[in-house]
């Protein structure tokens, strides 16, 4: 049953008002969650001035009522650089934040519009933010995961190899606990230059598996079993580089699952994906 008890707009100070305005609401998680969820809706992640695109560069919060310093995993949507956006992981933000992790959902800006490295730069802005501010809502910023699913996982996987887009803000992958990326994929080229452009340094910055050392925070990599051979060998290609470097990696492969249905499933009571991100994530926490 879905409660929605208040819903109210929020003054952001000192950022750009352009866009959706912010909006919070209470329901009960999902997947008969422990704690009922409270969710604030459009909150931008740029600093004033900075906001390039008023709809894409903001967070939605999916928190968990009654919970203090609980772990919070930023995910990031995939959608091939080109598409997609963050409300589409509501029924994730609400499962996870029901079962006490705190979720930021984070929007970034598409390709062909820009190029990299400009999504990673917003993601890596938006884990600064919560960095910074997840403590007003109660979460922990010593305990935070990075995610996403397709592109969401290359550009998770990206953030915690390569230091280069969090030192701006006197961060480092070892600020993030644990890294799961779901069905991304690892080494990038210039295949597609409306994407990637066509500077091959730019594609070595931007490929995972060129980035691994032994800063990086453990990593739990997923892929489905129906996706194609390119995800599967560069599962293992990547977790075998980070234990090269003595960084703890493993792999799973999810049974009967494609491309789609290894994330979109997570909701459901007993769903493979979600208890083995939990357990990854409580055991780092």
């Known amino acids: 049953m879905r409660a929605v008890t208040t819903v109210w707009c929020l003054a952001l100070t000192g950022l750009v008002?352009?866009?959706?305005?912010?909006?919070?609401?209470?329901?009960?998680?999902?997947?008969?969650g422990k704690f009922e969820v409270k969710v604030i809706s459009d909150?931008?992640?740029?600093?004033?001035?900075?906001?390039l695109d008023a709809e894409r560069q903001r967070v939605d919060l999916y928190l968990?009522?009654?919970?203090?310093?609980?772990?919070?995993?930023?995910?990031?949507?995939g959608g091939g650089w080109t598409k997609g956006d963050r409300k589409s992981a509501a029924k994730l933000g609400k499962t996870f934040a029901g079962?006490?992790?705190?979720?930021?959902?984070?929007?970034?800006?598409l390709s062909p519009a820009v190029q990299h490295p400009a999504h990673i730069e917003d993601v890596a802005e938006a884990f600064a933010w919560a960095y910074q501010n997840i403590g007003k809502y109660g979460g922990n910023k010593n305990a935070l995961f990075v995610s996403g699913h397709s592109a969401g996982g290359h550009l998770a996987a990206l953030l915690a190899t390569n230091p280069t887009y969090l030192t701006?803000?006197?961060?480092?992958?070892?600020?993030?606990?644990?890294?799961i990326p779901v069905s991304g994929f690892f080494a990038v080229g210039g295949k597609n230059e409306k994407i990637w452009g066509n500077d091959p340094e730019g594609w070595t910055q931007g490929s995972p598996l060129k980035n691994v050392s032994k800063n990086c925070p453990p990593f739990l990599i997923i892929f489905a079993e129906k996706d194609g051979m390119m995800f599967h060998t560069q599962a293992k290609d990547?977790?075998?580089?980070?234990?090269?470097?003595?960084?703890?990696a493993s792999y799973r492969e999810m049974e009967g699952r494609d491309h789609g249905s290894v994330i979109s499933q997570v909701s459901q009571n007993g769903d493979a994906?979600?208890?083995?991100?939990?357990?990854?994530?409580?055991k780092h926490q």
């Open 99 to 109: 079962e006490g992790v705190g979720v930021v959902s984070v929007g970034y800006r």
């Open 168 to 179: 701006k803000y006197k961060l480092s992958p070892k600020s993030i606990k644990g890294c």
């Open 43 to 51: 909150l931008a992640y740029t600093e004033k001035g900075k906001e």
């Open 273 to 282: 994906t979600r208890e083995l991100m939990l357990d990854f994530i409580k």
């Open 238 to 248: 990547l977790a075998d580089a980070l234990k090269k470097q003595g960084v703890e």
């Open 17 to 32: 008002l352009a866009g959706p305005a912010p909006a919070q609401t209470t329901e009960q998680g999902g997947a008969k």
């Open 64 to 77: 968990p009522e009654g919970k203090k310093d609980f772990p919070v995993l930023v995910y990031v949507h």
